[in-house]
């Protein structure tokens, strides 16, 4: 991930936003199956109260985010992220479909997690404060 690059545009930060909140919506969508899938022989939710809570509340998080960038985006946009903003897409994009993907519980809360990390990031408007989110949710992503 390079450090050097370009303004954003304020088109770029929504964009950005856009798929963070794309990202809760995939969450949204893979929690709610955990939630119908039964455990064998059971009629227990195949996901705990504890966990499913935990994942909901992350995924608030990250509209809260989304709506943050949606909300500052013009100031940020002079803030210096430009020449990531492809990258970031591209990462969250593909945590998009992981969490789509995902069967184990665990491994949706740690790529969550990794994603809320960037997310968090992403307004401080400082490239070298993206660099180790955005290293540990790519490496997430190609993990699983």
């Known amino acids: 991930m390079s450090l050097e690059s370009p303004r954003n545009t304020q088109r770029d930060l929504e964009t950005l936003a856009d798929s963070l909140s794309a990202s ?3 969450l949204h969508a893979r929690l709610m199956r955990a ?3 039964k ?3 059971t009629s227990e939710p195949a996901i705990s109260r504890a966990a499913a809570q935990a994942l909901f509340a992350n995924e608030v998080t990250l509209r809260q985010h989304a ?7 013009a100031s940020l946009a002079a803030a210096g992220l430009g020449g990531l903003q492809k990258q970031l897409l591209d990462v969250t994009a593909q945590a998009q479909e992981k969490i789509r993907k995902i069967d184990q519980i665990k ?3 740690a790529l ?3 994603l809320l ?3 968090a990031a992403v307004p401080t408007g400082a490239p070298e ?3 180790a989110p955005y290293e540990k949710l790519k490496a997430r992503v190609e993990s699983m």
């Open 35 to 37: 939630i119908r899938q």
């Open 39 to 41: 455990m064998p022989g």
């Open 112 to 114: 969550t997690g990794e």
């Open 24 to 26: 809760a919506d995939a």
């Open 117 to 119: 990390s960037l997310a």
């Open 129 to 131: 404060k993206l660099v």
């Open 107 to 109: 491994d949706l809360i």
């Open 67 to 73: 709506l943050g960038l949606y909300l500052e985006a």
